[in-house]
């Protein structure tokens, strides 16, 4: 008797516990599907278009164009300095002019975020004008150097262009703060789901395969292949493409990276291109744990040497701590390997606007005054 009453008990306590789970397996599932930050996925119409774009799009998701892994090993050492000592400052930007029509002007923003104005033109590449990178704010990174640029001195942007749709390269805070003043976005394909799901204006969006090109304003913009991965719904990987972007008009040419691995898509660049003026390469954020997801300070200097590029400038570093080794070892090892392979090298300061008529004068190690 006594055994059958334990029993019961049991059994209810197991029904409670299995209800709850239940309950939190909707509300995850829940959150997944309308919490506006996650955003959409492509529907069905969009899916059979990407099929009939690319070989590359099958099972639901885009493929890189090597054999890829995202897990390569295991995951280093964490060194005690992922993050500076104290929060760095930054050169803090309140109005932006534009540049000259034969100019081309580059504003690090920290990270991977930048501004360029080439010609009269503004360009504003994987803005994450946030305190961090992550669909909340309780569960993410958070920045360790001042915010160079609020949302609200954002000048006007011609083209916003998103390399891929990890949350340390698409905002949806910067997004909605922005939009207004931006004229066009230029896109993977499936990025522009995510931005329309956000209330971005269709006619405003421009979603591209890999090496398709559109002119706009008299600038050409073409996505470059990367050797990388695309996640915002953990149920859903690959569901958007990824890329790098390469801009040129009558003056000036500039080749954004993106983030990825290091393989010969460099050299088709050049193939394709010819020389490129300055390349803003993923240097950091490397792990022996994702090794053909990201390149090593070493790999972005050879990946610039194979683009043919005259300067390179090393990003995805200086904000946000998403790997185990030092936050200053990027530039440190970028410079050591420029120098060994013949590559000059600029590294402005976050906030610092470098004009490139005199890019050689950028090369402070301003990293240095500090822990």
């Given at each position: 008797m006594i055994c059958l009453k334990i029993l019961k008990k049991i059994s209810k306590i197991l029904v409670i516990i299995a209800v709850i789970f239940i309950v939190l397996i909707v509300i995850f599932l829940l959150i997944l599907k309308f919490y506006p930050p996650i955003g959409k996925l492509p529907d069905k119409e969009k899916r059979r278009e990407y099929a009939e774009k690319t070989?590359?799009?099958?099972?639901?998701?885009?493929?890189n164009e090597n054999d890829f892994s995202m897990i390569t090993g295991s995951n280093q050492n964490e060194s005690e300095r992922t993050e500076p000592e104290n929060r760095i400052p930054v050169q803090k930007i309140e109005s932006i002019d534009r540049a000259g029509v034969d100019e081309m002007k580059v504003i690090w923003l920290g990270h991977s975020s930048a501004l360029v104005q080439m010609g009269n033109k503004n360009i504003l590449l994987?803005?994450?004008l946030n305190e961090y990178c992550a669909p909340v704010s309780f569960a993410?990174?958070?920045?360790?150097?001042?915010?160079?640029?609020?949302?609200?001195?954002?000048?006007d942007i011609d083209v916003l262009f998103v390399s891929h749709d990890h949350y340390d390269h698409l905002d949806y805070n910067t997004i909605k703060a922005i939009d207004s003043k931006v004229s066009n976005y230029v896109v993977p394909l499936g990025v522009d789901v995510i931005l329309e799901g956000w209330g971005v204006d269709e006619s405003k969006l421009h979603s591209l395969g890999w090496w398709e090109s559109i002119d706009l304003d008299g600038i050409n913009y073409t996505v470059v292949p990367s050797q990388h991965s695309s996640l915002r719904n953990p149920l859903h990987t690959s569901a958007t493409l990824w890329g790098g972007?390469?801009?040129?008009?009558?003056?000036?040419?500039?080749?954004?990276?993106?983030?990825?691995?290091?393989?010969?898509?460099?050299?088709?660049?050049y193939e394709r291109f010819g020389e490129t003026e300055l390349m803003l390469s993923d240097s950091a954020q490397y792990n022996d744990a994702w090794a053909q997801s990201h390149m090593t300070p070493e790999q972005a200097v050879q990946a610039a040497k194979d683009a043919h590029a005259k300067w390179l400038m090393p990003v995805h570093w200086g904000a946000f701590r998403l790997s185990t080794h030092p936050w200053d070892e990027p530039p440190k090892r970028c410079i050591k390997a420029a120098e060994?392979?013949?590559?000059?090298?600029?590294?402005p300061e976050i906030g610092q606007t470098m004009n490139y008529d005199n890019i050689s004068s950028f090369n402070v190690?301003?990293?240095?005054?500090y822990k």
């Open positions: 070989d590359l799009y099958y099972d639901n998701k885009f493929h994987d803005p994450v993410g990174y958070n920045r360790f150097s001042d915010l160079a640029l609020a949302p609200e001195n954002v000048p972007i390469y801009i040129k008009n009558n003056f000036h040419s500039l080749y954004y990276t993106g983030d990825g691995g290091y393989y010969d898509v460099f050299s088709r660049v060994e392979q013949g590559v000059s090298l600029a590294t190690h301003w990293w240095e005054k």
